[in-house]
């Protein structure tokens, strides 16, 4: 009996040890990668371990696809964003539950007693349950390992809705990318490389794009990111601006009133001198552009996204929208940079522009646009089809070009190419638009241009 007793007392000993166990010890030898939430790389075992001193406070978690499949029509495209969602870690015990709380049932209201009273009615989602592995003056230590390595961004279930095969996620043939996993003061970027494996028949589409097509594979990466203050002011939705949106319910709205709310979404900007008629802002809006894209397509990006300067000038605002080419060394999807990037894909198909908002408010922080480097290759080829492609040099009549198809190229192409590189600038400045919180004005273009409407709705939602 006393054997056993002391038996028990050792297993507990060991209980309290494994709970109590320093951080430092356990991440001794590990390489760390210190930022927003520090993370520890173990290289023997192939574990990313993530250490947690914030709890119960509200943080962006954002998904999203930095490697296309490349087909179009499945829509896996290169730096696709994924779901963005608030959420906050809190602690039962040895459990940490990452928590998101729900931003679309809210109460306005300063009585704290009222709000609660909405957030207790309507659910919250529990994304994932980690548990304490160290432990250390309120500073905790998790495995993210299983968390990080799955298919946040859904390929899977997207390659099956695109009919191209029933793919599971391979973990042997799945590994953390170290390269694009990097931590800053503000945010954590984690990014993994997962193959997606197909026992049976693959469709044509990933025939077509993948150099096997059974074994897909992609990356996906995981931001970690500081919500925004909040100083920003969220401004009413006015139909007539056409601005995209945040739809929240107010249930502390008085009871002749709508409960349904709309603010728009924007860029938070800020007059340095705010009784000036024109001020430079506080923090300029800074887009960036592929520095993937050759050259003269840069240049067509800048210069077409630079229009907008145009329009935060005629809504008060100097320099306050600024365009430059991404630096080397940083990570289109890190969610500080706004970004034009140039896609390509197998075949033709939409540009856009996505954006990462803060459910909260409306304040988007970051801009994201995604430009099929197809399209001009298409506009190239409708602009030779609507020239005579001889006349211009004289140089065949139809008898010859039937003997001689290489003339077909000699026609003079350069207004072509320079209808081609305009519809790229209209394209940077459309897509930018959306991403600074518009969609398409369809009243206002019926008594101007579309771009000119545009400006309109960018002086009224300022
Ligand atoms: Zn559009």
């Not at 996620?169 to 953390?176: G, I, T, V």
């Not at 990037?341 to 409306?362: A, E, F, K, L």
Request: aromatic fraction near 10%.
């Amino acid at each position: 009996m006393k054997r056993l007793i002391c038996l028990v007392m050792v297993i507990m000993a060991c209980a309290v040890t494994a709970s109590s166990q320093q951080i430092a010890s356990k991440t001794a030898g590990l390489q760390k990668i210190d930022g927003y939430f520090p993370i520890y790389w173990d290289e023997k075992n192939g574990k990313m371990w993530m250490e947690i001193s914030r709890f119960n406070k509200e943080m962006l978690l954002q998904v999203s696809l930095p490697t296309g499949v490349g087909s179009n029509p499945i829509g896996l495209d290169r730096g696709q964003l994924g779901a963005g969602r608030v959420v906050y870690f809190e602690r039962v015990g040895q459990k940490i539950l990452m928590v998101q709380p729900n931003y679309r049932y809210r109460a306005l209201s300063s009585n704290a007693a009222e709000r609660k009273a909405v957030e207790d009615s309507f659910a919250k989602s529990v994304i994932w349950g980690f548990k304490a592995e160290a432990d250390e003056a309120g500073r905790v230590l998790v495995d993210a390992t299983a968390f990080f390595l799955r298919d946040a961004h859904g390929v899977a279930d997207r390659l099956r809705q695109a009919r191209q095969g029933s793919y599971r996620l391979d973990e042997s043939r799945s590994a953390f990318y170290l390269p694009r996993t990097k931590g800053f003061p503000l945010n954590t970027e984690v990014e993994v490389t997962l193959t997606f494996a197909s026992d049976g028949e693959t469709g044509p589409l990933v025939r077509d794009v993948a150099p096997t097509a059974n074994s897909i594979t992609v990356r996906e990466h995981f931001s970690f990111v500081e919500l925004p203050d909040l100083g920003y002011k969220p401004r009413k939705f006015d139909p007539r601006s056409s601005s995209f949106d945040v739809e929240f319910y107010d249930y502390a709205s008085p009871f002749n009133e709508p409960i349904e709310k709309h603010w728009i979404a924007r860029h938070r900007l800020e007059k340095k001198d705010p009784n000036a008629a024109i001020s430079e802002p506080i923090k300029p809006i800074v887009y960036y552009v592929d520095n993937g894209a050759p050259e003269q397509i840069r240049r067509a990006l800048i210069e077409g996204a630079s229009w907008w300067n145009q329009a935060y000038e005629a809504a008060g605002f100097k320099n306050a929208f600024q365009v430059k080419v991404l630096p080397e060394d940083a990570d289109p999807m890190d969610v500080r940079y706004n970004v034009i990037n140039w896609v390509h894909r197998s075949t033709r198909g939409w540009s856009y522009g996505s954006t990462i908002t803060d459910p909260r408010t409306g304040e988007i922080i970051k801009g994201h646009v995604t430009l099929g480097s197809l399209r001009i290759r298409q506009d190239f080829m409708l602009g030779t089809g609507m020239i005579p492609s001889y006349a211009a040099n004289g140089m065949a009549d139809e008898c010859e070009f039937a003997m001689m198809p290489d003339l077909e190229y000699l026609a003079d192409t350069s207004e072509i190419e320079a209808m081609s590189i305009a519809r790229i600038r209209q394209l940077s400045a459309h897509e930018v638009g959306h991403t600074i919180g518009f969609a398409h004005n369809y009243a206002a273009s019926s008594y101007t241009t579309a771009d000119q409407s545009w400006i309109i709705q960018l002086r009224w939602s300022r």
